[in-house]
């Protein structure tokens, strides 16, 4: 999966009122990789937002595989879980592979009683999947 870098994009999709802590999310396409950093808690605030971004990358019909990366997220709800499960739904249409990677012990317990990680893989770093 290693490739060029074809765009790289960081985004603020939602800040926590009341707050100064933003949630961001981090997209660059490697190849037909898109992965997707996240960045803060995944929860029904973000969830709506990252879902769209995310479908409007994978309607563009050249994301092959996507590689979502929860390394600094630091809480996931059902409305987290159900932006995961949907790209994943996207993925396996287009004949594609998903990967989970970098979930935090808590996080990654959830992604474990859910069911997801039946699912998807879940890897420590995104370099353990692109050396698949």
């Known amino acids: 999966m290693e490739g060029i870098i074809i765009f790289l994009q960081k985004i603020v999709i939602a800040t926590v009122e009341g707050g100064d802590s933003q949630v961001d999310v981090e997209i660059k396409m490697v190849r037909n990789t ?3 950093r996240v960045n803060g808690e995944l929860d029904m605030v973000m969830a709506e937002k990252l879902k769209k971004e995310m479908e409007a990358r994978l309607d563009e019909g ?3 595989n996507l590689i979502v990366n929860l390394e ?10 159900g932006v995961i499960i949907a790209g994943y739904k996207k ?3 287009a004949n594609g592979r998903m990967y989970i990677v970098g ?8 992604l474990i009683l859910s069911g997801v990680s039946k699912l998807i893989p879940i890897y420590d770093t995104e370099q353990e999947v692109i050396n698949l």
């Open 34 to 36: 898109l992965v997707i």
């Open 62 to 64: 050249e994301v092959k």
């Open 72 to 81: 600094k997220v630091t809480f996931i709800d059902s409305s987290g879980l």
């Open 91 to 93: 993925v396996m249409a």
């Open 103 to 110: 979930a935090k012990p808590n996080v990654k317990r959830i």
